[in-house]
Every structure is written in C-alpha cells, then in structure tokens.
C-alpha cells in the first residue's frame, strides 16, 4: 500500500522494466516519468554519442500502459 503524499519516480526502457512501470502505475496510480518516445530517443543517442553498447531486447514484447 502506497502511503499518502509519497512520490514514485520510475524509469526503465527494457521489457521486464516496462512490464514493472504498467504494474506500478496501476497499482499505486503512479504516472510514468520520462518515459516518452522523445526520452527514449535522447537516451540512446547519448548512449550512442558515449560509445555505450546497445543490447538486443529479449523476452515477451510488452505494451507501455
């Protein structure tokens, strides 16, 4: 149970942490935070821009809640 006046701060891109962030959102009514097309693609050009290996997404394709 979530207490009054916390604040949940989540930020994941792979399946299994999609899959997290919808169970959040859905049980403590949380609101997603930078989870957007436009966060995901600044992510993986500094990834990119940084030399950071991109790893393949594996497992069951989850839809973002």
Known sequence: MAVA???FAYHEFDRP???LANRVM?????D?????AADY???V???ELH?????PLTGTLVEAT
């Open 17 to 19: 942490g999609i899959a």
């Open 45 to 47: 050009t500094r990834a």
């Open 51 to 55: 030399g950071t290996p991109s790893l």
């Open 41 to 43: 693609e600044h992510l």
């Open 32 to 36: 997603p935070w930078r989870m957007g």
């Open 5 to 7: 006046d916390c604040a």
């Open 26 to 30: 859905r049980r403590y009514e949380a």
